[in-house]
């Protein structure tokens, strides 16, 4: 793939093949939020923003991996956890929609949540399987496809959020509300 803009913009190439990425600071515990703007028009249905353990992503589809797990714009919005499909049909996003992304690695089992500009595709999902690793955000595409990522720096590429939801913690620029206690993925967010 081709990372632009401090690396927050991830673009997909012009081959028949998957680009996949993972984000920079890894985390075993802690509740964070980050939001990924669908930027192109082609490739839609095969975008996946996500998590993946950081054992074993040398090789292969990190939506193949265990941990992992994605969501998946495709088949009427799903997700993907370590590699099996949901039959969810949650609803799916279009070009500049925002998907909004929180992960609870202090809950008992840990839980993730997607949301489509600011409402919840679906409710919490048990990630027993994470439990006690180490994980990292990752996105993944088919050819062309592309995200500009907002990690809480308040700008999607060298556009900023138009509305800047609220933070619970006070970490973080965001287009949409921050869910309570959900902090921005950053190197002040995991001193918290």
């Given at each position: ?23 920079t600071l ?49 088949d009427g ?98 287009e949409y ?16």
């Amino acid at each position: 793939p081709t990372l632009t803009l401090g690396n927050n913009m991830f673009s997909g190439g012009s081959s028949s093949t998957w680009y996949q990425t993972i984000g920079t600071l890894g985390f075993s515990s802690g509740k964070y939020y980050w939001e990924a703007k669908y930027n192109a028009g082609t490739n839609l249905g095969k975008n996946l923003v996500g998590v993946v353990g950081i054992d074993g992503m040398s090789s292969g589809k990190f939506y193949e991996k265990t941990p992992s797990f994605f969501y998946k714009n495709e088949d009427g919005g799903e997700y993907r956890m370590n590699n099996v499909q949901s039959n969810l049909n949650c609803g799916t996003l279009a070009q500049n929609d925002i998907l909004g992304f929180s992960i609870d690695m202090d809950a008992s089992p840990p839980t993730a949540r997607a949301y489509k500009n600011g409402t919840a595709l679906f409710g919490n999902i048990d990630l027993t399987s994470f439990a006690g690793k180490t994980i990292v955000p990752a996105v993944s595409t088919y050819s062309s496809g592309e995200f500009q990522m907002n990690f809480g720096n308040g700008y999607f590429g060298t556009t900023a959020v138009s509305s800047a939801g609220t933070n619970a913690s006070g970490n973080g620029i965001f287009e949409y509300d921050v869910p309570t206690g959900f902090t921005a993925l950053s190197t002040k967010g995991l001193n918290l």
